[in-house]
């Protein structure tokens, strides 16, 4: 008995020694135990132990989480090089975003190979056609612009939140192009609608995260432990998202008239039929409700954080907020919106919403990449499977590249004379590469349309003897979120 116990303790050992073997060629880096890979230091935050292990290993190392195999790049043209290489453009098979299409890869954002690039293709043609980055669409968004400067009028003199319509003329805009809806301010669907957005933002970020980094622990977790990781809330999440959407997909299917597709569900549902019988397509019910998904997901709380963060920022920094207004007032009739054809002029504006993006650095890790095969990187070999992250806000924050890399600093994006200077390197806000972000376009005419129009009408302030914190929201593990709390919104005279 005792023979066969140490020779099946040395068979084990010997097993996770096999397991655990550190593949040839990779990046410096901490490897770690076995199963569990290199454990973070306690009492210290992802931010500050990446910072460590690049003054350590360099812009490329390896970080062994748990059972993935994770290097990260940490400047801009390693993160260049990497996303523009063909053979690096997966998406890691993450719990945590497969849930999302019952672990199919599908929709836009989370999809593989032939599927990602039909998906890409199609989102990127329709959005343009439906009037992304173009005057088309302008109307539509003045419109939610009109309607958000009439609600900012109700909630001013006092300090309080930013107020809730802001979510909801995003979420206006994004249900205009997928499914020609809208809501006013007080309709209670658009509030449940945002409240479930949110809350699957905050159940995200919980302890799935494990589940991605021990891609075989889902299998044997018992439902004590999913729970406790917050899976069980995650799920639920995602299938009231999924719910909801398959219904409006189910309400345009009803009334769905091929000759005059109405947005880009009409123009999905129609494609997908044409495409009945082709052994190439990727379309399916599956896939479009995982593209509106991506959409929202991507699309409405991104627009809407930075929004925040912007008036948050104008609010700490006056002298900012007046320049900006004054150059609105010069280039602008008051009555008047500011559109697109003004945009070239308002120079201080789009300063100022690149400087944004740079500081807060809203999604610091970008959204992670995967090896489709063996892949030789910057002298390294980069076996299949191997997740990629790129460190977007180290790049943001590269002080050999920004003059004040840790303040708010528009002048970064302005020459001698006021103008705006050519995109700068080291500024990655919508990633880079193939995988960039394809709703670039809409969410900087959102952000210039919103932020021109509301600095037009009013005045932004900290509420007196309440600083606002422009630190990031502790609770929010994965994004850099504004805290909660008061602003005061003077209207201008």
């Known amino acids: 008995m005792l023979t066969e116990a140490v020779l099946g303790v040395v068979l084990l050992v ?23 890979g290199a454990l973070m230091p306690s009492g210290v935050t992802i931010e500050d132990h990446l910072k460590t292990l690049r003054r350590k290993y360099g812009d490329i190392f390896t970080w062994r989480m748990g059972s993935r195999t994770v290097v990260f790049l940490n400047n801009f043209q390693l993160i ?50 439906l009037g992304m980055g173009k005057s088309s669409l302008m109307d539509a968004i003045q419109y939610e612009v009109t309607c958000l400067v009439d609600d900012f009028m109700k909630h001013t003199g006092r300090p309080q939140p930013i107020p809730m319509s802001l979510n909801v003329a995003i979420l206006n805009v994004i249900w205009k192009i997928t499914a020609d809806i809208r809501y006013d301010v007080d309709d209670r669907k658009v509030h449940e609608f945002n409240d479930l957005i949110t809350e699957l933002f905050e159940n995200f970020q919980r302890g799935s995260v494990i589940f991605d980094m021990y891609p075989w622990l889902p299998s044997i977790s018992p439902p004590f432990l999913t729970k406790y990781l917050g899976v069980d809330a995650l799920l639920e999440s995602v299938e009231k998202l999924r719910v909801y959407i398959l219904q409006v997909m189910g309400e345009h299917e009803a009334s769905l008239n091929p000759d005059k597709p109405r ?13 009945q019988g082709n052994p190439e397509s990727t379309m399916s019910k599956l896939d479009l409700c995982a593209q509106v998904a991506d959409l929202f997901t991507a699309g409405s709380e991104t627009t809407n954080q930075t929004m925040r963060w912007g008036l948050l920022f104008l609010a700490k920094y006056p002298d900012v907020q007046a320049r900006v207004q004054q150059q609105i007032d010069d280039v602008v009739p008051r009555g008047t919106l500011p559109s ?13 919403i690149h400087e944004i993006s740079r500081l807060v650095s809203l999604v610091p890790l970008g959204l ?26 180290m790049c943001h924050k590269e002080p050999t590249y920004w003059e004040k890399p840790e303040e708010f600093y528009p002048e970064h994006f302005l020459d ?21 972000c394809p709703g670039e376009a809409l969410s900087r005419m959102e952000l210039y349309l919103f932020l021109s129009a509301l600095l037009q009408n009013f005045t932004f302030s900290e509420p007196e003897g309440e600083p606002l914190d422009l630190k990031r929201n502790p609770n929010a593990l994965f994004f850099n979120l504004p805290k909660p709390q008061n602003i005061v919104i003077t209207k201008r005279a």
Do not use: C
């Open 14 to 36: 010997l097993l996770l020694t096999l397991v655990n073997r550190r593949p040839k060629g990779l990046p410096p880096g901490e490897w770690g135990w076995p199963v569990l």
């Open 80 to 129: 260049k090089t990497a996303f523009s290489n063909p053979d690096l453009q997966d998406r890691p098979d993450f719990y945590s975003l497969d849930v999302f299409t019952d672990k199919v890869k599908a929709g836009i954002s989370n999809a593989n190979g032939v599927h990602w690039h039909n998906s890409r293709r199609f989102a990127l043609r329709q959005l343009k056609e």
């Open 263 to 275: 947005d880009y569900i009409d123009i999905y549902l129609i494609e997908m039929k044409a495409q």
């Open 340 to 352: 697109l054809e003004d945009k070239p002029k308002l120079t201080q504006l789009e300063a100022v």
């Open 368 to 393: 992670s990449h995967a090896a489709a095969a063996d892949t030789q990187l910057a002298g390294f070999t980069i076996p299949k499977g191997t997740v990629i992250i790129p460190n977007q806000e």
């Open 416 to 436: 001698s004379e006021g103008k705006l200077k050519p995109r700068k390197k080291n500024y990655l806000p919508f990633s880079i590469g193939r995988r960039v």
